[in-house]
């Protein structure tokens, strides 16, 4: 067992750190209060490779592994969890299945754009009618007579990255089949759709709770027409390309809700320190100083708990429950840490200029996207049973 | 074209210093980054570099412990082509004269047509190293450069130098050495595969000891350096100070005048 | 090397567009110091530059006993190259016990340079000079050096304090930090011995071309970067009324107003003003803080200055347990008063 971080790991952390703090950080509050994405950063981003990270250099990518990838997003997220969403979204949700079930024109196409910076992806699978239980998806998709194009309707909704994207991978039922016991089961594709398609349009804009900044949209499709070789893998097994491309995005909402609780704690502690009350600073407190050791050490836990899903996914083919873990995990301590900081904060905790409360409601969407916290507990407990 | 980029490895005292209970420096406590001056000349010559590829090659040099291979692997991930450490234990406790004198012994084993240096690391502040390596080497220098433009078919260096009210535009010839401003630029940041490349092949930074080094025994080292640290001792933080109620605002100006005096201000 | 030839205290005479700089005229009052703890009491000013010699009256005034005048039209702008080559010959004809530059820009660039030729140590950005024994006390099995040039410097951005000491090597050579040492009050009349010397000057490939000089105060656009700071907070009263914070901060060379966040948020000023924990750190060498209490959040980006000056009406503000001169009263008397003494005294 090594615990200890690789020079190249420390390094990268460095450069994420030093990055978040002076080009990200200095946005967050005006991210967060104007519901701005933050297309500046995002284009510096893209300048230094942050887009393609785990993504092999062939492909115009960084070629480094999912640990550094997650490092990247948690340090991002300990200044602004937006920032982080975006990055996790584009890289886990879109350039990971393209890389992982793409053909080699795919690739080269959609790919390497992607991860080289001059677009960015998203993903669609939820819909109005269908969140956990994706049997619900009603986007249909169907080959034209001709075979060369695929017709899709239906729309997509809450959709990271929803309008700044330039590719989207998106999920649609392409057959339905009868199951052993006569029961109609829909079978899935994954599909490669491009801003400007005619027929995909833009619907309601979602003014959210946290994660003000990115750009969270209902994707529409009326008689929209793909190329037939957009389709993403094999047809009838988007829902298992769902599946595992969720897999991936879990770690990276893992060590964004890692990365926020830490931003939340560190924050704290410096002003626990400042802080003073009764004559003395309000670290000299017990309960002060109780509460920070038990949130020092869920932080550390979750981290561990990443950092190990991170790289299940460099060495194994399934790594579904660690990452699983690692975000019900990650998630729970992001909410709960971020939580308490605030109540340490006190009167400040409530204002905007100090941030925690921004992490506060940035958190609790790590329970709730690419899976819930439920979700996670019923592929964990799925494993145990099976 | 051959850039050579000086760099040193240093304490970061942005973000407060940080002091030990018993008051004295806490070098352990503060991060070792890459010397602030040196970055922006290497981003200078990464610039350079940017305008010719295929045709320039940037290497970075520093002397140190074995732990600044650190800042050369940094170098590396920046966008440098190779990096040169010179340690070794003889060469310790060297004062700038001494660091001057060895390092230039390195780049007289080195081929050059730029060195770029700092103007002053922020743990010393001396800005002495670059221009005493200038004149070991018998080469120009130009200090505090805000503007560095070459002309590869003259082979020559122009420069924009500030003065206290003015600046100059200058031009030597190469090889010459220029000392950077951190005002120069805004150094780049590295890329994640460039830091696993820089790391993927040892062999791209050099380690020379003292064998190496076309310098004299009594020109390295300790024994090497003409100044001698007498006293060294932590700034105690200062206490509260004083406060006065003048009975009228005159009486406050003069109060405040000479303060203002007392401490060289004005 | 004999140390025992190397006499007297010389200091490097700057000049630029044939005016003599405040840096000679203070380092010729230390000189005067340090000479009277020597045995040789003689200070020399080094006076390099074209048609240059009608200054030599004004460093006797100030305390020169003798100038060593190098003049030559190769040296009419300050470049690196020929100004070294006279100072170094200098150095090597007439061999100072002592010789100080100014740690200015030139004198930055002049020093390194000749220390390197001449093989000796350099100390820069002194901020006392002293004579005094190496080592200060005695060491067993270690000669203890008498009438040594104790050369005292901050370093770690003014966190540590060295003290050093050039036992072996002659001339022991500083550069003295600009407005820390005391000029002597002028006697008028006084003269001094002037010595010509010209080293020859060839040009080679060190000398540089200067294709332009163009004389611009760059203006400090940050005000992290300002070595003074006039500072306002909520006290101030009105966005107009900085006016008068502007115009104190005018008289200092690098001198800048910043604000407290409570102006930031009642929109007097843009964020980029703003010190503090949400706004920026700075570290000046004076910091005045104006009307402003001193919350621990301002605190937090302000207290490392040199010296902090707190003008506020409440005798009870924080700001009075961190600021090293506080003054209890009406800044809107005050501050303009002080503005109109300092330039006064300019």
Sequence with gaps: MDFSLSKEHILARNLFKEFAEKEVKPLAIEVDEKHEFPRETVTKMQKYGFMGIPIPKEYGGQGCDPLTYAMCVEELAKVCGTTAVIVSAHTSLCCDPIMTYGTEDQKQKYLVPLTKGEKLGAFGLTEPGAGTDAQGVQTKAVLSDDEKEWILNGSKCFITNGKEADVYIIIAYTDIVEDKKGRKQKKFSAFIVEKGTPGFTFGTKENKMGICGSSTYELIFQDCHIPAENLLGTRGKGFAIAMHTLDGGRIGIAAQALGIAEGALDRTIEYVKERKQFGRSIGAFQNTQFQLANMATQVEAARLLVYQAADAKATKSYYGVEAAKAKLFAAETAMDVTTKCVQLFGGYGYIREYEVERMMRDAKITEIYEGTSEVQRMVISGALLK | MKIVVCIKQVPDT??????KPDGTLDRGAMLAIMNPDDKAGLEAALRIKDEDPDNTEVTVVTMGLPKADDILREALAMGADKGLLITDRVLGGADTWATSSTIAGALKNMEYDLIITGRQAIDGDTAQVGPQISEHLNIPVISYAEEIKVDRSAMTVTVKRQFDDRYHMLTAKLPCLVTALSELNEPRYMTPGGIFDAYADADRVQVWGRDKLDVADENIGMAGSPTVIAKASDKVPKGKGEVVTPGSPEEAVDYIVGKLTEKHVI | MSLEEYKGVFIY?????????????ELLGKARDLANDLDNKQVTAVLIGSEVGGLADTLAEYGADRVILVDDPELKEYRTEPYAHALASVINEFKPEIMLVGATAIGRDLGPRVSARVHTGLTADCTQLDIGDFPLQPVEGQEQKHKQLLMTRPAFGGNTIAT???????????????????KRAPQSGAKAEIVN?????TPNNC????????????GVANIQDAKVLVSGGRGVGSPENFKILEELAECFKGGMVSCSRAVVDSGWKPKDMQVGQTGKTVR??????????????????????????AINKDENAPIFDIADYGIVGDLNKIVPELTKKIKAGQ
């Design chain 3, 13 to 25: 005479a700057q000049q630029v567009d044939n005016e003599v700089s405040s840096i000679a005229l």
């Design chain 3, 284 to 309: 000046p060498h004076v910091y005045f803080a104006i009307g402003i209490s001193g919350a621990i959040q301002h605190a937090a980006g302000m207290e490392e200055s040199d010296i902090i000056i």
């Design chain 3, 207 to 218: 000398y540089v071309t200067i294709d332009k000089v163009v004389k611009e105060v760059s």
């Design chain 3, 197 to 201: 010397y010209n080293p020859g000057f």
């Design chain 3, 164 to 182: 050093i000491a050039c036992p072996n090597f002659r001339p022991q050579m500083a550069t003295v930090r600009p407005g820390v040492m005391q």
């Design chain 2, 14 to 19: 942005k973000g407060g210093v940080k002091f």
